[in-house]
DNA sequence: AGGGCGACGCTTTTT
DNA sequence: GCGTCGCCCT
């Protein structure tokens, strides 16, 4: 290892620093990776022992990535170091609980749930305390859970959520308080836990129990935390409590980059850590190695706009390559046979697995998903659909997770599900007359339906098996089978294959419970699963998070959905958009690509309406983008000067683009039309509000608080200031 | 009580 | 394009 040539200097203080707490601020592109990697390797040949360190990352394949290239700078191969143990907070409380589960009152164990799992429960409680029947107004089950789990990360009350993001939801405040209550209740008495308790119970375990809190203080004296500015409160006072104010800790994060702060992420970890840990040396990295100069100027753009000021400057040593492209198709619609278009002609310079499609939400990659089916394009999504959120996936889990917890109220309902005129009302009755030994019952249930019987017979037998995932599985596929084929007439071929992966993913595992929380915990990767073929990248922005590609394009940089039209009441929720948008344009090394469609396809009314380009696009300089126009023939064209923003214009007006200055520059001719304007105004009835969209025909789409948003026409309003 | 069917509404991001 | 809800029949 060649450290003085191998790093920059401020890397190199980074990698070399002594014991004793670090905090990294690492802006985007500047090492980080490698930074952490070659310290993780210089501690091992130092001789601390891989068992002591413990590096919490993100996601597991972040760590393993990590691990594996230590491995290869110490010269061990391919081979993951061994001993470090490495992956997401979770998985560690996971682990950690599991091994002292008796300590907080488990004696049987636990079982983890995810999303959907939590929401089918609190759709139970829901109705078993009769809320919302008929009132149209209380929130659904999903919406329960969220506002549920905001609560929780954030660390308040579910109504101090409510009045803060939902005032219109006060009415049920209540209610949804003794719904999370009821749910909590439920929780514990089916020994189930949510990704949130994992947390909070590992707190709880290491602060009542000091030997506990010892052990890991003395197992792990090398602790290294990436991502920090997306962890919560609670992952901050866990990092406090594995270290001793003194330990060697290194915080590694980017406050520019935090994007999590929906679910309870703060940056102001990263600004407490030096007062948690006194001493604590801070280091800058801030020269990129990954992006050109033109790409770094635009991102430099978006940040200096950002209501919170950064202090950083990114600087490049590669001033070559072509400015960002502002990509202009027709709708949205047309958006994808453009992107198809532009991704043919880049696939001519890089392999498709360099290049990367980017985008707010999931749904918004469906049209281009549609269209690269048709051009013959493969491709590999990212932050969609999990593995283990696939129905048949799940369905064939339910029997171990019954075996593994028989108060499992999801597994039970879907393995109960496979007899004909059971559903889940049966379901639950059942699962309780089991609970309770009642015998009766269930020999009642089993006359009434005579394939009971044999589902309770295939259910023990599983159960006087020995708890080994590979041979159970194949039981349980082998059983399950003839529903999935009665299930999915169409495609159970397809899904057949799934099972199988989850076969091979199951021999790998020597402990039932272990193979199931990793389900629930981190999904298998996509890769190890799907032939290693060159494919693009389709991925939602937050699921791009410390990745790169040579090219990047971006869908969708309009009003209401980049920013989130959820996002833009608040201004911090705005600022989070911001932060989301600096996050994927500083993912490319050396194309970046921004679209812009001029209209948006209303399936309602049939039409495309026009929309402005982005409120971040409309920010920034003319001079840091090239635009480029789809023609009629929809393949694109570049424009020889490049005008910025032109106003939207119905679909009609004629292909080449009127003469427009770049809208920043745009004189306020009339206020009241003006499309850039979007500040405060009055309503004779409504009072003041906000202006978050300017719509077509001299429409506004206005907020006002305590009536949320309304469109009235630009003339009933008066603007103010 | 289950299941099929049509209407509706909504659609952020993730461990 | 999706899940969810209510209605109606079995």
Redesign the pocket.
């Known amino acids: 290892m060649d450290f003085e040539n191998d790093l920059n200097p401020a890397q190199h203080q980074a990698v070399t620093a002594a014991g004793g707490p670090i905090l990294v601020i690492a802006g985007a592109g500047s090492g980080k990776t490698r930074t952490i990697v070659y310290r993780l390797a210089r501690l091992v040949q130092q001789g601390v022992d891989p068992a002591s360190i413990l590096l919490l990352t ?2 597991r394949k972040a760590a393993q990535e990590m691990l594996s290239r230590a491995s290869l700078l110490l010269g061990h191969g391919g081979d993951i170091l061994p001993g470090v143990c490495g992956g ?4 560690f409380a996971y682990a950690a609980l599991r091994r002292h589960h008796q300590a907080l009152g488990f004696p049987q164990g636990f079982t983890v749930i995810d ?1 959907a799992d939590a ?1 089918e429960l609190i759709g139970r409680i829901k109705d078993d305390l009769g809320l919302g029947k ?1 009132d149209k107004s209380f929130p ?3 919406h329960v859970a ?1 506002l549920i ?1 905001k609560s929780r990360n954030k660390e308040c009350r579910v109504a101090d959520i409510i009045s803060r993001e939902s005032f219109h939801l006060l009415p049920h405040a209540d209610d949804l308080e003794r719904l999370a209550d009821g749910y909590a209740a439920a929780k514990a008495a089916h020994h189930l836990m949510d ?1 949130d308790d994992l947390l909070f119970l590992l707190e709880r375990l290491l602060v009542e129990h000091e030997d506990v809190r010892e052990f890991y203080r003395q197992r792990f004296t090398h602790i290294m935390v990436d991502e920090y500015q997306d962890t919560n409160r609670v992952q901050a006072r866990l990092i406090t409590l594995l270290a001793p104010h003194t330990g060697n800790v290194m915080a590694v994060g980017d406050d520019a980059q935090s994007i999590y702060a ?2 309870g992420a703060t940056v102001d970890n990263i600004l407490a850590f030096p007062r948690l840990f006194p001493g604590t040396a801070i280091i800058k990295l801030e020269q990129n190695y990954r992006s050109t100069q033109p790409i770094l100027e635009l991102t430099n753009a978006i940040l200096q706009n950002a209501g919170e000021k950064y202090d950083k400057t990114l600087f490049s040593t590669r001033t070559d390559g072509p400015k960002p492209e502002l990509l202009r198709p027709f709708s949205d619609i047309t958006q994808a046979r453009m992107a198809v278009a532009k991704i043919r002609e880049m696939a001519r310079k890089w392999p498709l697995h360099e290049i990367a499609v980017l985008f ?4 918004q990659s ?1 049209a281009l998903e549609v269209e690269l089916g048709k051009a013959n394009i493969p491709f590999q999504k990212y ?1 969609g659909i999990k593995f283990s959120e696939a129905a048949h996936i799940k369905d064939v889990l339910a029997y171990p997770r019954v075996v593994a917890n028989p108060l499992d109220p999801a597994a039970w309902t879907r393995c109960l ?1 496979t007899v ?8 639950h009755k059942l699962m309780e007359a089991v609970r309770l030994g009642d015998q009766a019952a269930i020999d009642k249930a089993a006359h009434k339906h005579p394939q009971l019987a044999g589902l309770f017979a295939f259910l023990d037998a599983l159960r006087a098996m020995p708890p080994q995932p590979g041979p159970i599985l194949e039981r349980v596929i082998a059983h399950h089978t003839p529903h999935l084929m009665e299930k999915y007439p169409d495609d159970y071929p397809r899904r057949l294959t799934g099972l199988e992966q989850l076969q091979q993913i199951a021999s790998g595992y020597s402990s039932l419970d272990a193979l199931l929380a990793d389900m629930t ?2 999904s298998p990767d996509e890769d190890k699963r799907k032939a290693r073929e060159d494919h693009l990248v389709l991925s ?1 922005v ?2 791009s998070k410390g990745l790169e590609w040579s090219a990047v394009l971006l869908l969708d940089l309009v009003d209401e959905r980049f920013p ?1 039209r ?2 833009l009441t608040r201004d911090e929720d705005l600022e989070e958009e911001r932060r989301l948008l600096y996050v994927a344009c500083t993912r490319a090394r050396d194309y970046l690509g921004l679209c812009v469609p001029e209209t948006l396809y209303n ?1 309602q009314a049939g039409v495309c309406s026009p929309v402005q380009a982005s409120l971040f696009v409309r920010e920034l300089p003319a001079s840091l983008c090239t635009m480029v126009r789809e023609s009629l023939s929809g393949r694109p064209v570049p424009q020889s000067d490049s005008p910025a923003f032109a106003p939207p214009r119905p679909l009609s007006g004629s292909a080449a683009a009127p003469p427009s200055g770049p809208i920043p520059a745009c004189e306020p001719a009339n206020p009241k039309t003006d499309p850039s304007l979007l500040g405060y105004c009055r309503h004779k009835v409504f009072g003041r509000g906000k202006i978050i969209a300017r719509l077509e025909g001299g429409k506004c789409r206005v907020n006002f608080p305590g009536f949320g948003p309304k469109v009235i026409l630009a003339d009933y309003l008066e603007m103010e200031g």
């Open positions: 993100f996601t997401t907070f979770h998985a999303r929401d008929g659904k089950k999903t969220e789990g990704y929906f679910r707010r939400a999931g749904y469906y932050g599900s004909p005129k059971v559903g889940p009302k049966t379901a915990l981190e939602t937050h699921s989130s959820h996002a399936r």
